[in-house]
């Protein structure tokens, strides 16, 4: 049929059912009826858990009940890859290649995600060795424009060694019988929802979501600040292989949100560019929090462990603010790389059998995962789960008792590791001398602070050489650099040197929001002193902590509203509560948040930097709004600006703000 009549047949079909809906009376007694008897004892199906937080889209808090329903089983395999993205498809070629009968779902209908239709081609940083140098050569050979070569090398490396790819095939739920997941629910290109069984599954959402979906414990966006990396929707130009952006947030578990983002994006893109990427390039999502947890003091100690299967290099490409103690307080100014081990403990999860946890969604810490998630590094990660389920399928074992040491040489031998780790230890817990050393450190101004890692891994064995070396400091920057330290760990001892410090102290430079480009610390030094006078809980800060907070402006630095809203939440005192009150009331502080009307407002020019203002304003306004209600509010105030917040529709926003509204204070 002809397009034209094709959409005018459209416009008929779609008035008459709006006319025939407005007749119709309120739909009663729908159920869903059952199809099978009671399900098996032990069996267990849920779907994968998330929200719709924005208040645009048209929904109800009802429930449809549904009786006993058993699923078909659409097929079985030994090893199941959720996701054929920067992970997933090379765990499917891995797991294959080892004569394993694979199969690996993806709901678009190419392979690789982000790094091909996510139109991200080229690498970041990352360690490139292994299985990432042979994808390397194979995408050369194959095409000019990486980002089509590339899916088609996973697609023929997938087919060439008997892997079944299923696009157009989407995970909703999983399966499990007792403690072992045996099972994925999905829904295929017809519509049929049913199960693929499998032995060993590989969850390469990038979002935990099988884990999730299987009642495992998971983490995404704290409530006690809004914290997220920022997130960016490519445009697409013909013969490119690389583009990226930053502008805006977005919630990977809300599907309304993640049309907002992209709509926004696509009517933000110039008049030259018609075209973006299928998938919103999100560099944040929910994370497992599994059998081992990376922290980032792991990564910055270069922690080593017994069970290493990953290698990763990068600097730390925040992408926003950083929320870990260590960065609060060291100074990663400069652009810093590091080197990190990555433990196979972190794929797995802490009870469940029978899922290894890939990308973006593996158990660490959020201020960990921008040295952990460059795409070499995804790509060799991906591989040794692949390797690993497959080893577990052909001894017969479960997941977690692999032989790890034979998981090693094997990547040590295709040179995804280093062979040291083959007689590595866990370096952890730390020697007495190197946190002695690293305590005398800090009086060292020249460093950056970066011993500071080293104290804060071992708070208990560091507290009293700091308290110690406060006391004999021969200098007062010296003390001060003490005194910091020790009330960022929540110590009071020196709490008489920062409040002299702040209080003598005029507001320095700040931080701007930035999203694109940002490494490292994201606070100033009169910042940084301030959030330690508040987690000290002196008492006495609180007329230094008040001057501060008057002096601020429309003009002051994000982070100088952040980090007035941080010291005196922590200190506690609802006296701050008509103070914050004051800021919110200044000129230009107020009023960010949006109200969805007929046109979806753009950014302008689809640039960073305006999205980085926008999100400094409205951040700004959620930091004081937030910290003026956990204090009691005053007249209102900070409640009346969450509640614009919880009805915006950019889904991060409304999600923090209703999660600050349901608190019991």
């Not at 159920?31 to 858990?49: F, S």
């Not at 969604?361 to 952990?372: E, N, T």
């Amino acid at each position: 049929m002809e397009p034209a009549r094709s959409m005018t047949l459209g416009e008929r079909i779609g008035a008459a059912a709006a006319a025939e809906a407005k007749a119709r009376g309120a739909l009663t007694g729908v159920r869903l009826a059952a199809n099978a008897a009671e399900p098996a004892a032990g069996v267990r199906a849920q779907d994968i858990p998330g929200t719709i937080s924005v208040s645009y889209i048209a929904k109800s808090a009802a429930h449809v009940p549904a009786e006993a329903r058993a699923l078909p089983e659409l097929a079985s395999c030994d090893v199941l890859v959720v996701g054929a993205g920067t992970g997933g498809a090379p765990a499917a070629i891995a797991a294959a290649r080892q004569g394993a009968k694979v199969i690996v779902c993806e709901y678009l209908y190419h392979m690789g995600g982000v790094q091909t239709v996510g139109l991200i081609g080229g690498y970041y940083y990352g360690n490139i060795v292994g299985f990432t140098r042979e994808i390397d050569a194979g995408v050369a050979k194959m095409a000019a424009v990486k980002v089509m070569g590339k899916s088609e090398w996973y697609r023929r490396q997938c087919r060439t060694n008997a892997a079944e790819i299923w696009y157009g095939t989407m995970a909703t739920g999983a399966v499990r019988e007792g403690d072992t997941l045996a099972g994925v629910i999905v829904v295929t290109p017809d519509g049929r929802r049913g199960v693929i069984r499998a032995r060993a599954v590989i969850d390469g959402t990038g979002n935990a979501d099988i884990a999730a979906a299987a009642g495992e414990e998971t983490e995404y966006m704290r409530d006690d600040e809004l914290a997220i990396q920022g997130a960016g929707n490519a445009p697409r130009r013909l013969g490119s292989s690389g583009a990226n952006s930053d502008i805006g947030f977005v919630d990977e578990t809300d599907a309304a949100d993640l049309c907002f983002f992209a709509l926004r994006s696509r009517v933000s893109l110039p008049a030259t560019l018609w075209d973006q990427a299928q998938n919103v390039n999100s560099r944040e999502r929910r994370r497992l929090v599994g059998a081992f947890h990376v922290s980032p003091l792991d990564v910055i100690n270069r922690r080593t462990y017994t069970d290493t299967v990953m290698q990763s290099h990068s600097d730390l490409d925040s992408h926003g603010y950083t929320v870990h103690e260590n960065f609060l307080i060291a100074d990663f100014g400069r652009k810093k790389f590091f080197g990190a081990n990555f433990p196979y403990r972190a794929m797995l999860p802490k009870r469940l059998d029978g899922l290894l946890v890939i990308g973006l969604g593996v158990s660490a810490h959020r201020d960990a995962m921008p040295v952990l998630r460059m795409q070499p590094d995804i790509q060799n990660e991906g591989y040794a789960a692949g390797y690993a389920a497959a080893m577990a399928v052909k001894a017969g074992v479960p997941l977690r008792a692999i032989d790890v040491k034979a998981l090693q040489k094997h990547l040590v031998e295709i040179k995804n590791l280093d062979p040291a780790v083959l007689t590595a230890q866990d370096s952890y817990p730390l020697a007495d001398a190197r946190i002695r050393e690293a305590v005398a450190g800090l009086a060292d101004l020249t460093n950056h602070y970066e011993a500071v890692a080293v104290v804060l891994a071992e708070p208990l064995r560091a507290m009293p050489l700091l308290e110690a070396a406060y006391r004999q400091a021969g200098t007062e920057a010296a003390r001060l650099a003490y005194a910091q330290v020790l009330g960022m760990m929540g110590n009071p001892l020196g709490g008489e040197t920062l409040i002299a410090k702040v209080a003598a102290s005029e507001w320095d430079a700040g931080w701007q929001f930035k999203g694109m480009s940002q490494f490292g610390r994201s606070v100033s030094w009169i910042d940084s002193y301030l959030i330690a006078l508040g987690r000290s809980r002196v008492k006495a800060a609180f007329p230094a902590m008040r001057q501060k907070a008057e002096a601020l402006t429309a003009e002051s630095a994000f982070s100088h509203f952040r980090a007035v809203a941080m010291a005196f939440e922590k200190l506690g005192d609802p006296a701050a509560a008509p103070v914050l009150a004051a800021v919110l009331d200044k000129p230009g502080i107020r009023g960010n948040a949006f109200t969805l009307g007929p046109e979806v407002p753009e950014v302008p020019g689809h640039a960073n930097a305006a999205a980085d203002l926008e999100r400094s304003k409205c951040l700004r306004e959620i930091a004081v709004a937030r910290a003026l209600v956990r204090l009691g509010d005053h007249g209102g105030q900070g409640r009346a600006v969450l509640q614009a917040y919880a009805g915006d529709p950019r889904g991060v926003y409304a999600r923090h703000a209703k999660a600050v509204l349901a608190e019991r204070r």
